[in-house]
């Protein structure tokens, strides 16, 4: 059984930063793809960035320059690292890894204050 389990999450102000992680256990995580995405209230779920089994990276414009996204295939993890967080930031995000299903973890609350 894939479960993914994220944490990291919290409350920043503006400007500040946050690193979440995401621990993948039961499925093919060094040869999968793996990302994040975010949902903020009221909106549909959107990718923020992912990365692929051969290290190509892919952002979202909005986050580009800001966030950085990283795994360590020998700890079957994957990480966000957030910098200059500003509040339309504020969402659940999600860990994503595309394997021969799609697989997704519970979710850790990002607030950002102005």
């Known amino acids: 059984q894939v479960q993914l389990v994220e944490s990291g999450g919290g409350l920043v102000q503006a400007g500040g930063s946050l690193r979440l992680s995401c621990a993948a256990s039961?499925?093919?995580?060094?040869?999968?793809?793996v990302g994040w995405y975010r949902q903020a209230p009221g909106k549909q779920r959107e990718l923020v960035a992912f990365?692929?089994?051969?290290?190509?990276?892919h952002y979202a414009d909005s986050v580009k320059g800001r966030f950085t996204i990283s795994r360590d295939n020998a700890k079957n993890t994957v990480y966000l690292q957030m910098n200059s967080l500003k509040p339309e930031d504020t969402a659940v995000y999600y860990c994503?890894?595309?394997?021969?299903?799609?697989?997704w973890g519970q979710g850790t609350q990002v607030t950002v204050s102005s």
């Open positions: 994503n890894e595309k394997g021969p299903a799609d697989y």
């Open positions: 990365i692929s089994r051969g290290g190509s990276i």
């Open positions: 039961g499925s093919t995580f060094s040869i999968d793809r």
